[in-house]
């Protein structure tokens, strides 16, 4: 059966065996996301979710750059966009439209697939909020990393200082949300921002590719179990992570892709496990 692949304007979506390759595709504005990019960033991820020959997720950028970050262009409009007489009217529009765009980028987070991003280049502002919502981050040599919102006089508001202080040490993150400073690939690998560093672009989407491959040879049903304890256990206790994990499996354990891996070392193969 085919597998109907979204075309959308500013993104490349394609399914390569059972890893889809969504690719930020705005490469002359160093893919800055505009507003229509935001929204497709989230069918993307629901496509993704929602389609079963799916079981990874390769995130990229073309060109050059990964992402400059947001639109400045959007950025300008966003007052003309709330504008209200009614001055509280005006600010809840505001707050409703940043709750949209956060739920974009949450939405990579609530694909049950991993997410693997692969970064070159640029990873600026709102690019950063968008890795951040990854399951893992691999980069090029080339990579630089900001936390660039306070150098336009705004706190950023999309999931970076929500997101970021799980990933890199606290200390580390609050000096790159005050200080706007540049991160280059080798220090983003050293404070655990990134996975690894591959040398070039080209090694980076065959390095990420492949990592992702290992990941969607793997029981489909592990994995997203994997994936939901992982993010539950992020923001609950351990033992509250304990107990839903016990609940998950006293549902899940018992499958058809349990059988087929125990069968599968018995008989030394590779196991073939249904989406």
Not at 109 to 129: H, N, Y
Request: with cysteine.
């Amino acid at each position: 059966m085919t597998v109907s692949v979204p075309q959308m304007a500013t993104l490349s979506v394609r399914l390569e065996g059972a890893v889809a390759e969504i690719s930020l595709n705005r490469p002359e504005r160093s893919n800055a996301l505009n507003e229509a990019m935001w929204q497709e960033i989230r069918t993307a991820m629901q496509w993704a979710d929602s389609t079963p020959e799916v079981r990874a997720v390769v995130l990229s950028g073309a060109g050059k750059n990964f992402c400059a970050g947001i639109d400045l262009s959007m950025l300008a409009g966003v007052a003309q966009v709330v504008a209200h007489p009614d001055p509280a009217r005006s600010r809840e529009k505001l707050r409703r439209l940043i709750l949209d765009l956060q739920d974009c980028l949450s939405s990579i987070e609530q694909c049950r697939k991993p997410v693997l991003a692969a970064i070159q280049g640029a990873c600026i502002g709102g690019a950063l909020d968008l890795v951040t919502c990854c399951d893992m981050r691999y980069a090029a040599a080339d990579a630089v990393f900001s936390v660039r919102e306070v150098d336009v006089g705004m706190t950023a508001d999309v999931g970076t200082l929500q997101r970021l202080p799980r990933i890199v040490p606290d200390g580390v993150a609050r000096e790159l949300a005050y200080t706007g400073r540049n991160v280059e690939a080798a220090e983003a690998a050293s404070i655990g921002l990134v996975n690894r560093v591959f040398a070039t672009p080209e090694e980076l989407a065959a390095g990420v590719m492949r990592l992702a491959q290992v990941i969607a040879a793997k029981s489909p049903l592990a994995v997203r179990g994997t994936k939901e304890m992982l993010n539950y256990g992020r923001d609950h206790s351990v033992s509250d992570g304990l107990n839903y994990v016990a609940t998950w499996n006293a549902g899940m354990l018992m499958s058809a892709d349990l059988s087929e891996a125990m069968a599968a070392a018995r008989e030394k193969r590779a196991p073939v496990f249904d989406n």
